[in-house]
């Protein structure tokens, strides 16, 4: 069973460019959560998706930033017009429902690394 | 705001020692409180802690969580070069499905 698996690992981007983050959830999980780690701080959540739906996105700045989890496919965080700011690691979870309830105990990717030069 | 505070911000022991990890914790809708460790990768999971006053354990780890007082403790006694890695604490809230992280304890152990 392959855990949550994120792409690219890692990404270098120019200011002015857009990045694309891919998470891949834990088979069976249906829900996506997305978190930033700026160098030398904690976790920041950013936004928690089920399929096709957005149901937190109150971590999210209001610019620049969106996020999806299609019917199919993995789960984009998108970055437009990336500025030095956004380097930082971006972590994505995975939790399952079970039964109708939410599971805490989330899961997470190896992190995509993104650096803006 | 919701708040997570984790204490020390780091603390280097050597092998054999026992240490204790805070985190303190202001939240809304109070869920569940998870720890993870963290080397140079992703958050692995550790403890998940609901109810006041019931100890979890894994080996030489343990974790206890105070809701009266808002704070858990990780717990790790006989400390190995292995345990050196960030410890974060994350409060889960209701409903919302999102946690809040402290900003991690930095553990180093010196053999």
């Known amino acids: 069973n392959a855990g949550v698996m994120q792409n690219p690992r890692h990404l270098v981007r120019r200011r002015g460019q857009e990045a694309r983050l891919r998470c891949s959830p834990m088979k069976g999980h249906s829900h996506v959560y997305w978190y930033r780690q700026l160098p030398e701080e904690g976790l920041k959540f950013m936004v928690y998706?089920?399929?096709?739906?957005?149901?937190?996105e109150s971590g999210m700045p209001k610019e620049r930033f969106s996020a999806e989890f299609p019917k199919e496919g993995p789960s984009i965080l998108r970055i437009q017009q990336v500025v030095r700011g956004d380097s930082a690691a971006y972590f994505c979870?995975?939790?399952?429902?079970?039964?109708?309830?939410?599971?805490?105990?989330?899961?997470f990717g190896p992190g995509t690394r993104l650096l803006v030069l | 705001e919701d708040k997570v505070v984790q204490s020390p911000l780091s603390l280097v022991v050597h092998e054999g020692d026992t240490v204790t990890l805070n985190c303190s914790y202001e939240?809304?809708?109070?869920?569940?409180l998870l720890w993870y460790k963290q080397e140079k990768k992703a958050p692995t999971f550790l403890f998940m802690l609901t109810s006041s006053g019931i100890e979890k354990k894994s080996g030489r780890l343990s974790s206890i969580l105070d809701k009266k007082e808002l704070f858990s403790i990780l717990n790790i006694t006989a400390t190995q070069t292995g345990d050196s890695a960030v410890y974060l604490c994350?409060?889960?809230?209701?409903?919302?499905?999102?946690?809040?992280f402290g900003d991690g304890t930095t553990l180093t152990v010196k053999p």
């Open positions: 939240v809304t809708n109070f869920r569940s």
């Open positions: 994350a409060v889960v809230q209701t409903n919302a499905g999102k946690s809040t």
């Open positions: 998706l089920q399929k096709e739906n957005i149901i937190d």
């Open positions: 979870a995975s939790s399952p429902a079970y039964r109708g309830l939410l599971s805490e105990t989330q899961y």
